[in-house]
């Protein structure tokens, strides 16, 4: 599966920005779904999942109750709503995708994951 991020902008913060992450074959609604974030010198981190169904979801402890990750399957996307940013939010944020064969799971460390999208930048200014 091939992965497209965009969504990324410049951003106030206390404002909001909706990520989206198109995603090419067949088998898109198959995958569960994940975002990461890097900052400049920093670790790429977990942000949110999604499982295949929609029905499962995770978030990091740093944006929880701010952010909120959904997909549509028919339109082969997920999204991340971001709401209430923060500067330390400030990264290039990646969506990737793993197949659990259906099992309805999330998937929360970048090392499960098997695809990533090129990623988009966020920047949220003070």
């Known amino acids: 599966v091939q992965l497209q991020a965009s969504g990324g902008g410049l951003v106030q913060a206390g404002g909001s920005l909706r990520l989206a992450c198109a995603a090419s074959g067949r088998t898109f609604s198959s995958y569960a779904m994940g975002w990461f974030r890097q900052a400049p010198g920093k670790e790429r981190e977990f942000v949110a999942a999604?499982?295949?169904?929609?029905?499962?979801?995770h978030y990091a402890d740093s944006v929880k109750g701010r952010f909120t990750i959904s997909r549509d399957n028919a339109k082969n996307t997920v999204y991340l709503q971001m709401n209430s940013l923060k500067p330390e939010d400030t990264a290039v944020y990646y969506c990737a995708a793993r197949d659990f064969g259906r099992l309805d799971f999330v998937a929360a460390t970048k090392a499960e994951y098997n695809y990533w999208g090129q990623g988009t930048q966020v920047t949220v200014s003070s």
């Open positions: 999604i499982s295949w169904s929609g029905r499962r979801t």
